[in-house]
């Protein structure tokens, strides 16, 4: 169409004049005289054209404001599914103007998507999606976009999210990054400075990659299964060749593996790979991964993976942070679980069978995180361990699971690298039912709680359970595998720990001495079970690798229990043996009887097994027997107890013989140190000890408070 002409004012009629500039002159942005050809274009000798200009459309930079009108039916909406009349107003005849128009989506607004009941399609794998999904027959939803996951649970009024919304994790308030970096200091620990550049110059050599992999799937990965190795290990490799940039998340994850490796390997193979001393690789790698943590916003993610390298990281600091603040650490790692829906089965949820699995086991992983953690402060584990759906992970292997497996895995009929925490998971029922608690988590001291249930009745629950033990897992253990000789060595050691408790000798208290002999010899032979087992452990060079796991504070009570009956057998084979047993238990564990924050505990035992064993030679002395010979371990407990000062130290010349026997680091300066006992040296005789309810509660407290005494000095 010809652009509009304007008569030329006094001159040649038939020079055509616009309205408008020229393109070359609108191009060159110099005046236009608006006639054709212009002045401009005639000394430059080309070409003018005149073509009219298109107004662009204006963008939008706001979203459309929703009125008042909208505002009221929304609300009104919203009521009326929580079942209250709402009287209809003018509300409902405002104008159509006021409502959303579907035209404004972009494309980058999210998919919406309806969570499929059981025997429906399975929802559409993860990936670049936005999906809002409902469980069938309840309010809860799961909101996911690019591997992040926010759950929002039916008590709240987030169920009644519309379609246009949108994933939390898109909003990042002013000032948020510098807030919450102040808030991961407070739980991790300030940062170093030192990592602004390209974190790809951090990765290992190939070579200590490769290493890494293998001490990682060989020694962490059977105990602590919440990787899936065949997916996270080529992005590992991606990431250290510089072939692809990962996501934030996956970094974290990446750097965390590393940290959580080298915190297990022996000083000697540190040097080997690394070339450096554990303790500058431990500390640079420690850095890295907290760097990364708070890259990939930690306290305020919505990423399992990101939640998976957290606990790698919790792992990796087991040696040098104290119970009491990894207690802490794992009420972060739940509440970002539950913040994700993981305590809700994938299968409810419409999550791909894959998703699900991978959310079973990390899921299962904190729970017992927590659970361990408490039960060796002496805490409840947390109720809200026990709020989800979430089912029990497949005994399968990592080659069973594809991404995009659309049928549910064979389970396999032998013992795999996820057995422990199925293991785990069935432990956790069973005392849930030796507690009679359906509607909380049970620990080992709910055992003798159930009021309802008699001692005869606990008892045969027990051989019910270790039946299905053996049924499940212990028929298909292999003597030749270490993993097999652990899974073995475990659940033995549980069954009997589950009976020590439903013949707890702390009741012996409660109940004024008034117990069977029966019930007396049952703690008594469980305890000393419990220690060979320990030995046993302690003793098989195949499995020392899984030694980084293995917590040896539990041997305090069982020690504690042994002695107590000791002292009332007097004689007997089996004291004989339970003699042998105690030292050997005691060379096998140095780190649990003598270290220096663990120096409580180990006075007061000291005190007791002294008193059991001159009890002992006293009885074989009045019974006309050999006089025995007093084993290196008490030789080092009573220059322990009575060499305070280095003059005593000096002067016994049977110290030195009893250092070298004992195998420990008796020193100068432990055997001269004034031992903190944290306020409990006052401890009676056994025999008061075992009768007295007072006692009993201050040495569970004084275990408690002396659990965390695992410290690195400088890692």
């Given at each position: 169409m010809e652009p509009p002409e304007a008569p030329r004012s006094g001159g040649d009629v038939s020079v055509k004049t616009f309205s408008f500039s020229c393109l070359v002159c609108r191009q060159r942005?110099?005046?236009?005289?608006?006639?054709?050809?212009?002045?401009?274009?005639?000394?430059?000798?080309?070409?003018?054209?005149?073509?009219?200009?298109?107004?662009?459309?204006?963008?939008?930079?706001?979203?459309?404001?929703?009125?008042?009108?909208?505002?009221?039916?929304?609300?009104?909406?919203?009521?009326?599914?929580?079942?209250?009349?709402?009287?209809?107003?003018?509300?409902?005849?405002?104008?159509?103007?006021?409502?959303?128009?579907?035209?404004?989506?972009?494309?980058?607004?999210?998919?919406?998507?309806?969570?499929?009941?059981p025997g429906n399609e399975p929802a559409p794998p993860m990936g670049f999606r936005s999906a809002l999904i409902r469980t069938a027959g309840s309010g809860p939803r799961l909101v996911s976009k690019e591997g992040h996951s926010r759950y929002f649970e039916n008590s709240t009024l987030w169920t009644e999210i519309n379609e246009d919304f949108r994933h939390p994790d898109e909003f990042v308030p002013v000032g948020a990054d510098e807030d919450e970096e102040n808030e991961i200091e407070l739980f991790l620990g300030p940062f170093t400075s030192g990592f602004n550049g390209d974190l790809a110059d951090w990765h290992p050599t190939i070579h200590?990659?490769?290493?890494?992999?293998?001490?990682?799937?060989?020694?962490?990965?059977?105990?602590?299964?919440?990787?899936?190795?065949?997916?996270?290990?080529?992005?590992?490799?991606?990431?250290?060749?510089?072939?692809?940039?990962?996501?934030?998340?996956?970094?974290?994850?990446?750097?965390?593996?590393?940290?959580?490796?080298?915190?297990?390997?022996?000083?000697?193979?540190?040097?080997?790979?690394?070339?450096?001393?554990?303790?500058?690789?431990?500390?640079?790698?420690?850095?890295?991964?907290?760097?990364?943590?708070?890259?990939?916003?930690?306290?305020?993610?919505?990423?399992?993976?990101?939640?998976?390298?957290?606990?790698?990281?919790?792992?990796?600091?087991?040696?040098?942070?104290?119970?009491?603040?990894?207690?802490?650490?794992?009420?972060?790692?739940?509440?970002?679980?539950?913040?994700?829906?993981?305590?809700?089965?994938?299968?409810?949820?419409?999550?791909?069978?894959?998703?699900?699995?991978?959310?079973?086991?990390?899921?299962?992983?904190?729970?017992?995180?927590?659970?361990?953690?408490?039960?060796?402060?002496?805490?409840?584990?947390?109720?809200?361990?026990h709020v989800g759906d979430a089912g029990v992970p497949w005994n399968v292997e990592d080659e069973d699971l594809q991404p995009s497996m659309t049928e549910v895995p064979k389970e396999r009929r032998a013992i795999t690298s996820i057995t422990m925490c199925l293991v785990r998971c069935d432990l956790t029922k069973s005392l849930q039912q030796l507690s009679g608690s359906s509607t909380s988590v049970a620990s080992w001291g709910d055992i003798g709680t159930n009021k309802n249930m008699t001692t005869a009745d606990r008892d045969a629950l027990i051989d019910d359970i270790e039946d299905r033990f053996e049924t499940k897992y212990l028929r298909y253990c292999d003597p030749s595998r270490p993993l097999d000789m652990l899974v073995t060595c475990m659940i033995r050691a549980a069954i009997c720990n589950t009976r020590l408790y439903a013949h707890n000798p702390r009741r012996f208290a409660d109940s004024g001495g008034q117990v069977t002999e029966a019930e007396r010899n049952m703690a008594f032979q469980n305890a000393s079970k419990l220690l060979e087992y320990a030995s046993l452990v302690g003793e098989n060079k195949c499995l020392r690798k899984f030694e980084w796991r293995l917590n040896s504070t539990y041997l305090w009570d069982k020690i504690l229990f042994v002695l107590i009956e000791s002292r009332r057998k007097k004689l007997g084979s089996d004291l004989d043996k339970v003699w042998e047993l105690i030292g050997r238990v005691f060379s096998q564990y140095p780190d649990a009887f003598g270290q220096t924050s663990a120096q409580a505990v180990y006075t007061a035992l000291s005190k007791w097994t002294l008193e059991v064993w001159d009890g002992y030679v006293v009885a074989r002395r009045a019974e006309g027997m050999l006089e025995p010979e007093e084993p290196a371990y008490i030789q080092a407990m009573r220059v322990k107890q009575n060499g305070l000062n280095e003059g005593a130290a000096s002067r016994n010349p049977e110290a030195a013989n009893a250092k070298e026997a004992h195998g420990q680091a008796w020193d100068h300066e432990q055997c001269t140190e004034q031992v903190d006992t944290g306020g409990f040296s006052g401890f009676s005789d056994l025999g008061s000890f075992e009768m007295n309810l007072d006692e009993w509660v201050n040495w569970e407290q004084l275990v408690s408070e002396q659990t965390g005494f695992y410290h690195v000095e400088g890692y």
């Open positions: 942005k110099v005046r236009c005289d608006h006639v054709q050809p212009c002045s401009n274009c005639q000394r430059a000798n080309i070409d003018c054209e005149y073509v009219a200009p298109v107004r662009g459309k204006r963008k939008r930079t706001k979203p459309p404001h929703e009125t008042l009108h909208a505002k009221i039916q929304r609300y009104e909406g919203l009521l009326k599914t929580r079942g209250l009349d709402v009287e209809e107003g003018s509300a409902g005849h405002a104008a159509s103007e006021d409502s959303l128009s579907e035209s404004n989506e972009t494309a980058d607004s999210p998919t919406i998507l309806s969570a499929p009941t200590c990659l490769h290493a890494l992999k293998d001490i990682f799937t060989d020694r962490i990965d059977p105990l602590m299964k919440m990787m899936h190795m065949p997916t996270f290990w080529p992005v590992v490799l991606q990431a250290a060749e510089r072939d692809e940039e990962v996501s934030r998340p996956m970094e974290a994850a990446i750097f965390c593996f590393y940290f959580a490796t080298i915190s297990i390997i022996e000083e000697k193979e540190c040097e080997k790979l690394f070339r450096e001393p554990k303790r500058a690789v431990f500390a640079r790698y420690r850095a890295l991964a907290r760097h990364t943590l708070k890259r990939a916003r930690l306290l305020s993610t919505s990423s399992p993976m990101t939640l998976r390298a957290f606990c790698l990281f919790m792992m990796g600091l087991r040696c040098n942070m104290r119970y009491e603040s990894q207690y802490i650490l794992c009420g972060i790692a739940l509440r970002l679980a539950q913040k994700m829906g993981l305590h809700r089965d994938g299968k409810t949820l419409g999550l791909s069978l894959f998703e699900t699995e991978m959310r079973r086991r990390l899921w299962w992983h904190i729970a017992h995180l927590d659970f361990r953690t408490s039960d060796l402060l002496g805490a409840k584990p947390s109720l809200d361990i």
